[in-house]
C-alpha cells in the first residue's frame, strides 16, 4: 500500500459542484499538506496542518476549504468549483524538518 | 519569505551524458534544501537533502547535489543520465528557523533525454 493515498485520482465535475478530495498517510506524522500544481507554476500551497487541531492557510486557499479527521486524514473540499480549478491536486506528509512524502496526485477537471 | 527560482523550464540532454540543474534560493539564513523528481502521472519523490554539514550531498538514483552559500545555489547534478531520468525536477527551500517543514519550491525544470 502507498504512503500517502489520495481518491479520487481523476475527477471530472460542473461549475458549482461541492466536491471533496480525500487524503490518508501511514507514514504517522502530524504534518499533512496540500498542494496545486499547474503547468508551469510549480507546486503551490492551498492549507497545511501541523497536528489535528492545527489548520493554516497556504498562498491560494480562497474557494478551499480542509478538514483534519484524524492524524492520517486530511480532505480538501471545493464548496462551489469553477474552471480555473481544473488542476491537478497533491496530499502529502512530512517529518518536521520538511522531508515529504507525495501522494500519486487527482486530476480534477472543471467544466 | 524564501523563494526558489529554477531558470531552466526545460533542458534536453543526450543519454550517457553529464547534467546539471540550476537552482537559486533567497532565504535570510542557511536554508533547508531539497530536489524533488516527479515522473508522469506521479507525485514527487525526495532526491535528496540538505540540512547542514558537508555542502555536496549523495542523493538516490546517482543524483548529487551542491549547496554553495556565497552563489544561494543548490544545484543538482549526475554524472551519467539514463533515459529513465526524463522527468521534472524541483527544487525546494525550508526555514531554518520556524516552521521548518513548510516548502517553498521552484516552478520545476523538465528534463528531456536523447537516445
Known amino acids: 500500500d502507498a504512503d500517502v493515498t489520495q481518491t479520487p485520482r481523476n475527477r471530472i465535475t460542473k461549475t458549482g459542484k461541492r466536491i471533496m478530495l480525500e487524503c490518508s498517510q501511514t507514514?504517522?506524522?502530524?504534518?499533512m499538506y496540500w498542494y496545486r500544481q499547474d503547468p508551469g507554476l510549480g507546486l503551490q500551497l492551498i492549507y497545511y496542518?501541523?497536528?489535528?487541531?492545527?489548520?493554516n492557510k497556504g498562498e491560494i486557499s480562497d474557494g478551499y476549504s480542509v478538514s483534519r479527521q484524524a492524524q492520517a486524514k486530511f480532505s480538501l473540499s471545493l464548496e462551489s468549483a469553477i474552471p480555473n480549478q481544473t488542476a491537478l491536486y497533491f496530499c502529502?506528509?512530512?517529518?518536521?524538518?520538511?522531508?515529504?512524502?507525495f501522494g500519486s496526485g487527482t486530476r480534477l477537471t472543471v467544466v | 519569505a524564501q523563494s526558489v527560482t529554477q531558470p531552466d523550464i526545460h533542458i534536453t540532454v543526450s543519454e550517457g551524458a553529464s547534467l546539471e540543474l540550476r537552482c537559486n534560493y533567497s532565504y535570510g539564513a542557511t536554508p533547508y534544501l531539497f530536489w524533488y523528481v516527479q515522473s508522469p502521472g506521479q507525485g514527487l519523490q525526495l532526491l535528496l537533502k540538505y540540512f547542514s554539514g558537508d555542502t555536496l550531498v549523495q542523493g538516490i538514483k546517482g543524483f548529487e547535489a551542491e549547496f554553495k552559500r556565497s552563489q544561494s545555489s543548490f544545484n543538482l547534478r549526475k554524472p551519467s543520465v539514463h533515459w529513465s531520468d526524463a522527468a521534472e525536477y524541483f527544487c525546494?527551500?525550508?526555514?531554518?528557523?520556524?516552521?521548518?517543514?513548510?516548502?517553498?519550491f521552484g516552478t520545476g525544470t523538465r528534463l528531456q533525454v536523447t537516445l
Open positions: 496542518s501541523f497536528d489535528v487541531k492545527d489548520i
Open positions: 507514514k504517522g506524522h502530524d504534518r
Open positions: 525546494a527551500v525550508g526555514a531554518s528557523t520556524g516552521t521548518a517543514s513548510k516548502l517553498t
Open positions: 502529502a506528509t512530512s517529518d518536521f524538518l520538511g522531508s515529504y512524502t
